[in-house]
C-alpha cells in the first residue's frame, strides 16, 4: 500500500514540474472548469453528501460521533455556493508565480533575478470539512503546487465525487498535467504520506489542535499550521473603556470556537476596577463564563461571579463561552504573561498611550500583534489575502494568516553573456557593480 | 548534560526576547566591539590556534585526519584580517529588523503592516573552520537571533577563545542581554542540541556532505542548508564555443572542493563534436579527469582521454579534478537529466537562442539556474547579499544562497481605534477598504 502510495507521491513530483511552468491563463481556465463542473454537478454532490451525513447522524446518534461534526460535513444551502465563489475568488487572485521579486546587476551584462516558483507538492491532510478538499484544490493549482489530500473517514463520499469532478474537469484543460492532485482514501494512507519525506515538501494539516498536534510530532515534512490559538486581550491602563468592552466582548464571543477567539483577558490594576463593572456584565449578556484570578474575583464582588481560574486556565484553549481574566500589575507583567502562555498566534492591546501600544506590539512574540483591535481579525480574507490556506503560527516560510503567496518559494535566475568567476578574482580583478535593477524577469 | 544543555537553550530564548527588540544602533556597536576585541586580542587568538593546528597536525602524521583539514583550521595570516572584515561587512548591511514589507488598510483607521523580526534561537554545527563561529555569531547578532553553537573538536581551543572574546566583547554593550551566544563544546551536545524542539527554531549545519546528511535526518528542528551539490553546465546546440568553453571550464577548475563546481557537463549532440574538440584540451590543460559517455568517449578518439562513466557518476560530487560528460539528443534530455540527478542546487545553460535559454531557466528546478554564466556565482558575496549563512536547497523559507534575511520572519501588526469584527458582519456590514498603503510600520 505504502509503495502505491510513493508512485503517486513521485507521479504527483512529475505533476509539478509541469504545472510549475504552466501560465496564469492555463490555471485559470483550469479553475473556471472547476466551478463551471461543482455547478453542473451539484445533484450528484448533494447526493454523496447526504450519503455521508446519514451515515454521521447514525453514529452521532450512537454516540461514536460529535454532533457538531454534521454541521462541518454538510455541504448544501449557502454552503455549497460559497464553495463556488469560492473557486472564482481564488481564480482572481494576482498569479503568485512568476514575481519578480529582486533584480539586480552584478556586473555589465550579468543580471541577477529573484522569482517566485511553486514550492512543489504539498500534501493536505484534513478532518471531515469536504469543502476544504475543494479549497485546497484550488489553492495548490493557482499556486502550481501538485497535491496529494487525504480527507476523513466521515466524508469519504464527499471527497470522492469532489475529487472525481475536480480531476476529469482540469484533464479537459490542455497543459494541465494528469496526476497534479490525487486523493488517498484508506485509513494507513496518513502515516504514509508522512514518511514521504522525498516527496512531499509539506504538509498542511486542517483539523482541531490534537490532530494537528498528532501530525506534527509524526513527519520529518516541514508542516505549515497551528495546533491552537490561545489569544489574549490586554486591557492597559490607558485605555478607553468602549473601546475596551467593544475588543473585549468581540473578541470573545464573536465566534467562539474558532482559532483566532480570545481565551484569557488581562487587565492593567489601575483600571480594572472601572473596565470590570462594565465589562463583566456585557460578557455575562452573552453567557460567557469567567474565571478569574484572585484580584478579578474581588473586584467582582465575589459573589460567584466569576470562578477561580487555576493555573491551568492560562494554558488552555477553550473554544467556548469561556474567558480567563488575569488582573496584571502592569504592561510589562501583561508581556510577560503572553510571551509565557500565549501561542503565539494573536494577541492585543487596547490603550491610549502609543507607546504602550508600540512597546507591547514590539515585545509580544506572536504571529499578529494587535494595537485596538479585536483578535478575530487576525485571518486571511479580512487580511485582504483573498483565499487562505490556513494561520502559521511557525518561524519560518510563512508566519500569520497564509494567502497564495505561502504555497511559493524563488529560485534565482542569473543571465550572463559568458561571464565566469575567474575574470573577478587574481591580479587585476573585475568588481561586482550590485546595482538595483528596475525591471522583471522575462520583460528583459 | 543534556538538562544543562535544555537550560541554556531556554535561556537563549530570554536573550532572543531581548534582542528582538534591540535598536540597529545596539547591535551595529555590538559588531564594532567584536571587530576591535579580536584585533586587540590577535596573539591569543593565534596562540589558540596554534594548539589546535598542533594538535591537529599529529593526528594527520598518525593518518586519523586529513590534511586539507589543517587548512581549514588556520586563522592565521590573510584569514584572520578577512575574519575581522567580515565582522565590519555584516555590520555595513542594512537592518534586517523592522522592515516594512506590506501595509494594507482594512477600514478607515485599520492599518496592516507586515514587518521583518527575527527568527528567534538558531543552533549552528559547524566542523573545522573556527572562521565559521565568527561569521555565524555576527550574522545571528544583526539579524537580532540568540545563538547556540557546538564547533568540531579539532577547533575547541580556537572556538572557545573565540567565543568567550565576542561574549566579553559584546557584554560590555548596553541593551545586548546575556546568553545571547552560547558555545556547547562536548561531543554529546550535538545530540541534545538536535532533540531541542521547543527551543530551537532553526538549525544551521556547516560542514561536508555526510555531516549534513547525518544533522538533516536526526532532527526535527528546521534545517537549512545544502548535503550536496552535484551541478550540471549544458551546452546547447546554439552555444558560442568560446563562451562555453570559458563557462565549462570555470564551472569546473576555478575552485573544485566547493559546492557551486559542476561536476557534469551535458552536451547538445548537434554541437558535440566541435565543442569537444575544443572543451577537452581545455579541461585536460587543468589536469581534469574526464568520465563520459559512449558518444563522448567516440568522438574523443577512444583513445584512453575520457573514462568510460558508470551510472554512479551523474549521481557524484567529486568536489575534485573529476568531470562526467554526457552528450545528449536535445535541451528536453538535458532538463530531463539535470531535474532527475541534480542536487538542485544551481545549473547552468550555455545557450545564443533566447527560446530554448528561457525554457532551461524556467524548467529546471534549482535553487540558481544561470545562462551564459558560470556556476561558480551562486554565492550570497557574488549575489550581492553581503554576508551568508549557506545556501539552501530547501524549498520553503529560503532557497539559495542565504543572507541576513534568511534569518528573519514577520509579525503583522494591526493598527485600529477600537474595531471589531461584528460590525462587519450581520445586517447593514461594513466593508473592508483593502486599500493598499504606502507607508511604513512606526514612520506611521
Redesign the interface.
Known amino acids: 500500500m505504502s509503495e502505491l502510495i510513493r508512485q503517486r507521491a513521485q507521479g504527483a513530483r512529475q505533476a509539478s514540474?509541469v504545472l510549475?511552468?504552466s501560465t496564469e491563463a492555463t490555471r485559470n481556465a483550469a479553475l473556471d472548469a472547476i466551478a463551471t463542473a461543482l455547478e453542473t454537478r451539484r445533484d450528484e454532490i448533494l447526493a454523496a453528501n447526504q450519503k455521508d451525513i446519514e451515515a454521521a447522524e447514525a453514529m452521532v446518534e450512537e454516540g461514536k460521533l460529535d454532533a457538531p461534526l454534521l454541521k462541518r460535513l454538510n455541504l448544501g444551502g449557502a454552503k455549497f455556493a460559497a464553495t463556488v465563489e469560492m473557486v472564482h475568488s481564488v481564480r482572481a487572485q494576482l498569479d503568485p508565480l512568476g514575481q519578480t521579486q529582486s533584480a539586480?546587476e552584478?556586473d555589465s551584462g550579468?543580471d541577477?533575478y529573484r522569482v517566485s516558483v511553486p514550492?512543489?507538492v504539498i500534501g493536505v491532510i484534513f478532518e471531515s470539512r469536504p469543502d476544504a478538499l475543494v479549497q485546497i484544490a484550488c489553492i495548490c493549482l493557482k499556486s502550481g503546487n501538485a497535491v496529494l489530500l487525504k480527507g476523513g473517514r466521515e466524508a469519504a463520499a464527499s471527497n470522492r465525487i469532489l475529487a472525481q469532478i475536480i480531476d476529469a474537469a482540469t484533464a479537459a484543460i490542455d497543459g494541465i498535467p494528469p496526476g497534479w492532485l490525487t486523493l488517498l482514501e484508506t485509513r494507513e494512507d496518513v502515516g504514509a504520506i508522512l514518511d514521504l519525506d522525498h516527496d512531499i515538501?509539506?504538509i498542511i494539516p486542517r483539523g482541531g489542535n490534537e490532530f494537528v498536534q498528532y501530525i506534527m510530532?509524526h513527519t520529518?515534512i516541514?508542516v505549515m499550521g497551528h495546533a491552537d490559538g490561545i489569544c489574549h486581550v490586554y486591557i492597559d491602563a490607558t485605555a478607553?473603556l468602549?473601546?475596551a468592552v467593544?475588543?473585549a466582548?468581540?473578541s470573545k464571543t464573536?465566534?467562539v470556537s474558532v482559532c483566532n477567539a480570545a481565551e484569557t483577558l488581562l487587565v492593567h490594576q489601575d483600571i480594572a476596577a472601572a473596565f470590570l463593572d462594565r465589562a463583566l456584565p456585557a460578557l455575562e449578556k452573552e453567557k460567557v463564563e469567567l474565571r478569574g484570578d484572585g484580584r478579578t474575583r474581588s473586584l467582582a464582588g465575589n459573589n460567584g461571579r466569576v470562578i477561580a481560574a487555576t493555573q491551568e486556565d492560562w494554558s488552555t484553549e477553550y473554544l467556548d463561552y469561556i474567558l480567563s481574566i488575569k488582573v496584571v500589575d502592569n504592561l510589562e507583567e501583561a508581556i510577560a504573561h503572553i510571551?509565557t502562555y500565549s501561542s503565539h498566534h494573536t494577541d492585543a492591546i487596547v490603550s491610549e498611550d502609543t507607546n504602550a501600544?508600540?512597546q507591547f506590539?514590539?515585545?509580544v512574540?506572536?504571529?499578529?500583534?494587535?494595537?485596538?483591535?479585536?483578535t478575530?481579525?487576525?485571518d486571511g480574507f479580512?487580511?485582504?489575502l483573498g483565499a487562505e490556506v490556513g494561520i502559521s503560527t511557525n518561524?519560518?516560510?510563512s508566519?500569520?494568516?497564509v494567502g497564495l503567496e505561502g504555497l511559493t518559494?524563488?529560485?534565482?535566475?542569473?543571465?550572463?553573456?559568458?561571464?565566469?568567476?575567474?575574470d573577478?578574482?587574481g591580479d587585476t580583478p573585475k568588481t561586482?557593480t550590485?546595482r538595483p535593477l528596475d525591471k522583471a524577469w522575462?520583460s528583459s
Do not use: C, M, W
Request: charged share 25%; glycine share 8%; aromatic share 10%.
Open positions: 514540474q510549475a511552468i539586480i552584478l550579468l541577477l514550492i512543489g515538501d509539506l510530532s520529518n516541514p478607553d468602549d473601546k467593544r475588543i466582548v468581540d464573536q465566534y510571551n501600544a508600540q506590539l514590539r515585545s512574540d506572536s504571529a499578529s500583534v494587535l494595537h485596538n483591535a479585536s478575530r481579525f487576525a479580512r487580511y485582504g518561524r519560518l516560510h508566519r500569520g494568516p518559494i524563488y529560485k534565482y535566475i542569473l543571465q550572463g553573456d559568458g561571464h565566469t568567476v575567474a573577478f578574482e561586482y550590485h522575462r
